[in-house]
């Protein structure tokens, strides 16, 4: 309880910067609980991508049909549809791919531009805080009042503002960089698994 209140005194002596830093936090805590049950509920994982090539690649296409078929997610459902093209469609089944693989690339990145924008903005409003501070602590008031303590101490506080903007910047950083790296990942299972449909279809024609 005191470790909560003494957290409490110290956002407080933040200054007003410290709000929106907070409403930051919140907002990246929140984007990578969403974009974290958004890609559990679409991305199959890299052993599915793994299963289905090993079945196309040993000729199994059956097995690899029906794999598709019963999992979850993006890529499985646009297997499904490119091995079930007979070749009649106005469209490419390559095209096909290109398409809607980028729509699916466009759901994925979604809202990950907004941690961009806020690991570049917080530690600027952290610096804010602090340069505010800074100045209301080297105010000609303390300095006629010969207070070097409360100089010495406000510029103290200043500095959580900075702190703050950094840590949030630093945990919206983190986030970013885990789901893009996951959807580098999903690029690589993609033009894996898309190629082989591919082959397979040209052979079948």
Same mark, same amino acid.
């Given at each position: 309880m005191e470790l909560i209140m003494t957290g409490i005194d110290f956002f407080?002596? #933040? #200054?007003p910067v410290m709000y929106l830093l907070l409403l930051c936090s919140m907002f990246v805590v929140a984007i990578a609980i969403e974009r974290s049950m958004y890609f559990k509920a679409k991305d199959p994982g890299r052993s599915f991508a793994r299963s289905f090539a090993d079945m196309l690649s040993q000729g199994d296409r059956n097995g690899?049909?029906? &794999?598709?078929? $019963?999992?979850? #997610?993006?890529?499985?459902?646009? &297997? $499904?549809? #490119?091995?079930? %093209?007979?070749? !009649?469609?106005n469209v490419p089944l390559t095209t096909f791919f290109e398409?809607?693989?980028?729509?699916?690339l466009t759901r994925f990145r979604k809202r990950l531009y907004y941690l961009n924008v806020i690991v570049t903005m917080a530690p600027l409003l952290g610096l804010l805080g602090t340069i505010s501070g800074m100045i209301s602590a080297f105010?000609? %008031?303390n300095l006629e009042s010969g207070q070097a303590g409360a100089i010495t101490g406000g510029v103290g506080e200043a500095l959580i503002a900075t702190a703050m903007g950094l840590c949030t910047a630093i945990i919206a950083l983190a986030v970013h960089a885990y789901f893009t790296q996951r959807? !580098?990942?999903?690029?690589?299972?993609?033009?894996q698994c898309f190629s082989l449909v591919e082959g397979m279809a040209e052979e079948r024609d």
């Open positions: 407080h002596k #933040g #200054g690899a049909a029906e &794999l598709a078929s $019963s999992t979850k #997610g993006i890529i499985p459902s646009l &297997l $499904s549809k #490119g091995m079930a %093209f007979t070749g !009649d469609e398409v809607q693989s980028g729509i699916a105010s000609v %008031f959807i !580098d990942s999903i690029v690589s299972d993609m033009e």
